[in-house]
């Protein structure tokens, strides 16, 4: 009697023996169906059979007529499982996603018969006629000749139209013509088919700034790929991004390849399995999932974004698809091409120690320029109270809108604001299981932990010590940015794009479609709109004349432009009458020239501001809160003045929160020292924007004590 150890999809420490019945001929990667309890399950021989000694075994109960796992994707799963300290169940379980035991669907296409005599109306003609090229699926024929379903039926029960078993993927054409490739693109394109020609396992990086054609080049790689008649395996590190691709992938290809993600149906999941592991789909897309399909012939992977965090999965099995890539690559003995405009330190590494080939395009395509990068520095052009953009990118964006172009605004920070503090006791609206601070998302009109998704209802009142509309938005995310546009900006269109509102690739398909069609004029965003789209019409907001680039540390700071000396204020005086008593304004608008300082030099800035409004024999007036943006006057408004309890320096003062954080002054204690100690300088509010390509970066910390 003989015993094959069989793996289950479970999380097991390893593979359990069953009975091999005789007349069973089993072998390493069979899929078989197993007693597991009293149930039946799908498991993988996992080795060869051995004797099964004095042990009683169950015996197996079915061969499964279907591909066997291939021997580079079961040592896949032992590696990973060694590697990330995992049950190899678990890991087994990620490449059988789908009902192994329910057959796929047959696909059914039409041809039209040839020779046929009989007489047809014109609206069957009409169909006919889309037929003559190549067989179609009702679905794709209906659409194509602008009929309904019945025609086609009524077709084939006539025999003008034969009904035919169609394959789920077309095989794209390698010798479909494409765009023209530049010097660089050229010669990185054929380094690239040298090393799928070799058949040999190779990893190679394959750098370039931003609008250097690195999809297009390793297109190339694909295309030899498939003269080869085998695999290609490509990884994105969001679905959202698969939809723009795909568009490309069929211009360069003239059909689309197979799509693996989260977003298919069962169905459809199903079906591309079985396409994958019959060999019917030569070129797959897909997310880090995609890495454990049963590939029978892998000639190429190449993962695209390779920087991007993406890639590691934090939850079941903790792994990163990238570093399981090049493993896989080596298994499987093909050419892995990482490609990215900003690679990792780990693939830079790689690359210096000679690991890893380089491949560099330093050039846009076409011979379009880069985009000019100037920092704004916001102690110069604060934004006006209880708002977060500066008045250099209010301008920049007005000029874009006017010009007719579109225009990015970038925050890496989902939710309306990243904090919720009661402005009575200074409590924090806190995660129960984390400890994290909880998101405030106003649209949903809830707290949510972007760290285990505790999701809580916004409360009316302080959960500390119950003061009633005493809780206060801190700090910015994209929904309160896109409500500061919808005030800025009301006559254009918006959209916000973030992994909260766009969770699909059909959503992610529309939003870019929308973009393309010129039917959104702005758009706001996190690093979903930073990751790898190319908007063919989208430009940069341009800065103001006069903005220079951003100087090295400890580099001298250099003066500003003529045109950008920064303007005086009624939110930097500490009073909002002197300020109109020096330069003899009636109203609290900023003049023209440059506002002499009203404190000595060599302080700090937040000390001199403090110092500045702590003088003796004034009593502050009482603190208002900020309306909301739809009411709220224009124009700048004075800030509310700091309450101080103390006599100015030497001794110290209570200093409230940063004044465009919070509504209602909340007591700090802050050194009237030339060199605040270290704690409150990590606590002092820094912030910058930065527009980068054609996006603006905006990005700011907000820390109390």
């Known amino acids: 009697m003989q015993s094959v150890p069989v793996l289950l999809p479970y999380p097991f420490p390893g593979p359990f023996d069953y009975e091999q019945p005789d007349g069973m001929d089993l072998s390493p990667g069979d899929l078989v169906l197993v007693p597991l309890n009293k149930s039946q399950t799908v498991g993988v021989v996992w080795a060869l059979p051995q004797p099964a000694g004095d042990h009683a075994l169950k015996p197996v109960t079915e061969r499964l007529d279907l591909p066997p796992m291939t021997e580079p994707l079961r040592k896949l799963v032992d590696w990973v499982a060694s590697y990330y300290m995992a049950r190899p169940g678990s890991v087994l379980a990620m490449a059988l996603r789908i009902d192994l035991r329910a057959a796929p669907a047959e696909r059914i296409a039409y041809r039209a018969t040839p020779n046929f005599t009989g007489k047809l109306t014109p609206q069957r003609q009409k169909l006919l006629s889309h037929l003559a090229a190549h067989p179609q699926t009702a679905a794709a024929l209906a659409r194509a000749a602008g009929v309904g379903t019945g025609v086609i039926k009524s077709l084939a029960a006539i025999g003008a139209i034969t009904p035919i078993s169609a394959p789920l993927f077309t095989h794209p054409n390698p010798e479909h013509p494409g765009p023209t490739l530049s010097a660089a693109q050229a010669s990185a394109a054929s380094a690239l088919r040298t090393l799928v020609t070799a058949r ?35 990884l994105l590190p969001e679905i959202a991004l698969s939809s723009q691709w795909l568009s490309r992938f069929a211009r360069r290809f003239g059909v689309e390849p197979a799509v693996w993600h989260s977003d298919l149906t069962p169905a459809r999941r199903r079906d591309t399995w079985h396409a994958v592991a019959g060999g019917e789909a030569p070129v797959l897309v897909g997310a880090r999932s995609a890495l454990f399909l049963p590939f029978p012939d892998l000639g190429l992977i190449v993962v695209d974004e390779e920087h991007e965090t993406s890639f590691k999965q934090e939850e079941g099995v903790n792994y990163h698809a990238r570093d399981a890539a090049v493993v896989r690559a080596r298994f499987e003995a093909a050419p892995i091409v990482l490609v990215s405009a900003t690679p990792s330190l780990e693939t830079v590494t790689n690359v210096e ?107 009316q009142k302080c959960p500390a010590c119950d003061a009633e509309d005493s809780l206060a938005a801190i700090g910015p995310g994209v929904e309160r940015i896109a409500e500061e546009a919808a005030a800025l900006f009301p006559e254009s269109r918006r959209l916000i794009m973030a992994s909260d509102m766009i969770s699909s690739a059909r959503e992610a ?14 758009i706001i965003g996190t690093q979903m709109v930073a990751k790898g789209w190319h908007f063919r019409r989208a430009h940069p907001p341009t800065p103001p004349s006069g903005f220079r680039p951003s100087r090295s540390r400890g580099s001298p700071r250099p003066s500003p432009a003529p045109d950008l000396q920064p303007r005086p204020s009624s939110n930097a005086c500490p009073d909002r009458r002197r300020f109109r008593r020096l330069h003899g304004l009636r109203s609290a608008n900023p003049p023209s020239r440059p506002l002499a300082p009203l404190w000595p030099p060599g302080r700090d800035h937040h000390q001199q501001r403090a110092g500045a409004r702590s003088r003796p024999g004034r009593q502050p007036p009482s603190p208002r809160r900020t309306p909301s943006p739809q009411h709220r006057r224009p124009g700048p408004r004075a800030r509310a003045p700091i309450v101080t309890t103390r006599p100015p320096p030497p001794a110290p003062i209570i200093k409230s929160h940063p004044r465009h954080l919070s509504t209602k002054p909340t007591a700090r204690l802050a050194s009237p020292s030339p060199d605040p100690p270290r704690r409150a300088r990590r606590h002092r509010h820094r912030s910058g924007v930065v527009p980068l390509g054609s996006v603006f970066f905006e990005k700011k910390q907000q820390k109390t004590s």
């Open 509 to 522: 398909a529309r939003a870019v479609a929308a973009i393309e069609a010129r039917e959104i004029d702005l």
């Open 353 to 459: 120690w000679g690991r890893y080939g380089h491949l560099d395009l330093p050039d846009r395509h076409a011979g379009a320029s880069l985009p000019q990068i100037a920092p704004i520095d916001l102690r110069e052009f604060p934004p006006e109270r209880g708002l977060f953009l500066s008045q250099p990118i209010i301008d920049a964006v007005h000029a874009t809108l006017a010009r007719g172009e579109q225009a990015m605004l970038f925050l890496n920070r989902r939710g309306y604001a990243p904090l919720t503090l009661c402005r009575h006791c200074g409590h924090r609206m806190q995660c129960k299981n984390c400890t994290a601070w909880l998101v405030e998302h106003r649209g949903r009109k809830s707290l949510i932990c972007h760290h285990c998704g505790h999701t809580v209802p916004r409360p």
């Open 200 to 234: 040999e396992f190779s990893v190679t990086l394959l750098q370039g700034v931003t609008g250097s054609g690195k999809t297009e080049t390793y297109f190339e790689a694909i295309a030899e790929c498939l003269r080869q008649n085998r695999q290609a395996l490509i």
